[in-house]
């Protein structure tokens, strides 16, 4: 049997971060990232959809998303929703296809000998992998766990129930991965902050095979980048990196800076540019730094190891800052 994993969609979430018109367009995104699945699984005669928790961002979502959920997978011929810590009031009325999980509780698809176990938040506090073994094992077929939550390796294997399993699809952490040799992360379809670098997308199984491959397919990445070398204006980005005007960018800036660097203004002139970059000044104030320098007091000498340090990388350039910073304040007192 066929299926496709995936999860913490989020479909609804707000993104506060972003300017209006990029919220709206992200959250579409979300849409259009679960829409391709169901292409996927269409196109390629998959049977089954699981989907691993917080497939909406609210506990309670919209009755027009609920709609444009369930007519988006109407045509798919079983989809598995667990309910997760961002959507566990969630409520869908019956179809033939939809089998949400209401707790703790398994699903049983005879013709292809499967039982699919799941576990649903019903509250703000994550149920208990101990509540499992009221759960019964299919013997002779394949056994399937959906589960949400932030688990380690050894969570499952201290479970004798889930070490029957032939495969646990996990959900709620947003980067993909793998927990022994049958559990995995799918990860969310797309990131959602600068937390979430690196590829995002699904997965595609075929059981009892266990023939198991993570395929990306976000529309937008983010990145982090770090410059060590001294920028006095957005230009000096822009011909330093190749930005994608799709991606976003947190880019930290841990060179020297002119004492007048307006990263403020860099970002407003870049966002012009049609680029997403975020600027975090971490950088070494030059004037600052020459104007203590030239107060030739005992905090001169140690000035100038502390640079020597950060010239050599011997020291964090943070370190630095957090020395003119004390010292500044002990000038102002």
Same mark, same amino acid.
Request: charged share 25%.
């Given at each position: 049997?066929?299926?496709?994993?995936?999860?913490?969609?989020?479909?609804?979430?707000?993104?506060?971060?972003?300017?209006?018109?990029?919220?709206?367009?992200?959250?579409?995104?979300?849409?259009?990232?679960?829409?391709?699945?169901?292409?996927?699984?269409?196109?390629?005669?998959?049977?089954?959809?699981?989907?691993?928790?917080?497939?909406?961002?609210?506990?309670?979502?919209?009755?027009?998303?609920?709609?444009?959920?369930?007519?988006?997978?109407?045509?798919?011929?079983?989809?598995?929703?667990?309910?997760?810590?961002?959507?566990?009031?969630?409520?869908?009325?019956?179809?033939?296809?939809?089998?949400?999980?209401?707790?703790?509780?398994?699903?049983?698809?005879?013709?292809?000998?499967?039982?699919?176990?799941?576990?649903?938040?019903?509250?703000?506090?994550?149920?208990?992998?101990?509540?499992?073994?009221?759960?019964?094992?299919?013997?002779?077929?394949?056994?399937?766990?959906?589960?949400?939550?932030?688990?380690?390796?050894?969570?499952?294997?201290?479970?004798?129930?889930?070490?029957?399993?032939?495969?646990?699809?996990?959900?709620?952490?947003?980067?993909?991965?793998?927990?022994?040799?049958?559990?995995?992360?799918?990860?969310?379809?797309?990131?959602?902050?600068?937390?979430?670098?690196?590829?995002?997308?699904?997965?595609?199984?075929?059981?009892?095979?266990?023939?198991?491959?993570?395929?990306?397919?976000?529309?937008?990445?983010?990145?982090?980048?770090?410059?060590?070398?001294?920028?006095?204006?957005?230009?000096?980005?822009?011909?330093?990196?190749?930005?994608?005007?799709? $991606?976003?960018?947190?880019?930290? =800036? %841990?060179?020297?800076?002119?004492?007048?660097?307006?990263? #403020? *203004?860099?970002?407003? +002139? !870049?966002?012009?540019?049609?680029?997403?970059?975020?600027?975090?000044?971490?950088?070494?104030?030059?004037?600052?730094?020459?104007?203590?320098?030239?107060?030739? $007091?005992?905090?001169?000498?140690? =000035? %100038?190891?502390?640079?020597?340090?950060?010239?050599?990388? #011997? *020291?964090?350039?943070? +370190? !630095?800052?957090?020395?003119?910073?004390?010292?500044?304040?002990?000038?102002?007192?």
């Amino acid at each position: 049997m066929k299926f496709l994993q995936s999860g913490d969609y989020h479909l609804g979430r707000s993104f506060f971060s972003m300017p209006p018109h990029l919220a709206k367009i992200r959250r579409e995104e979300l849409w259009q990232a679960l829409e391709g699945q169901v292409k996927i699984c269409l196109e390629n005669q998959i049977d089954y959809l699981f989907i691993t928790g917080d497939l909406f961002d609210k506990e309670k979502p919209s009755l027009k998303n609920l709609n444009r959920f369930l007519d988006l997978v109407q045509d798919l011929p079983h989809v598995l929703v667990l309910r997760g810590n961002h959507d566990y009031q969630l409520s869908l009325p019956p179809r033939d296809n939809l089998y949400v999980f209401q707790g703790t509780e398994s699903f049983d698809f005879p013709q292809d000998r499967l039982r699919v176990h799941g576990q649903s938040w019903q509250g703000p506090q994550a149920p208990k992998l101990e509540d499992l073994t009221d759960l019964e094992v299919l013997e002779g077929g394949v056994n399937i766990c959906l589960l949400h939550g932030d688990f380690k390796k050894k969570d499952l294997e201290d479970q004798t129930f889930l070490q029957a399993m032939n495969y646990l699809a996990l959900g709620h952490i947003h980067k993909p991965g793998k927990l022994g040799d049958r559990a995995y992360y799918a990860g969310s379809p797309e990131p959602f902050d600068s937390s979430d670098l690196g590829e995002r997308g699904y997965i595609l199984g075929d059981l009892p095979q266990g023939d198991i491959q993570f395929i990306p397919a976000n529309a937008r990445s983010y990145h982090r980048i770090e410059i060590e070398d001294k920028l006095d204006l957005a230009q000096d980005l822009l011909d330093k990196l190749s930005l994608n005007h799709k $991606d976003f960018y947190q880019v930290i =800036l %841990k060179g020297p800076v002119d004492s007048n660097l307006r990263t #403020d *203004l860099m970002e407003d +002139y !870049l966002s012009q540019q049609g680029y997403q970059v975020q600027l975090e000044n971490r950088g070494l104030d030059l004037g600052r730094i020459q104007a203590y320098q030239e107060r030739g $007091d005992v905090f001169t000498d140690l =000035l %100038k190891q502390v640079l020597e340090g950060v010239e050599n990388k #011997d *020291l964090d350039p943070l +370190y !630095l800052q957090e020395l003119l910073s004390i010292y500044g304040e002990s000038l102002e007192e």
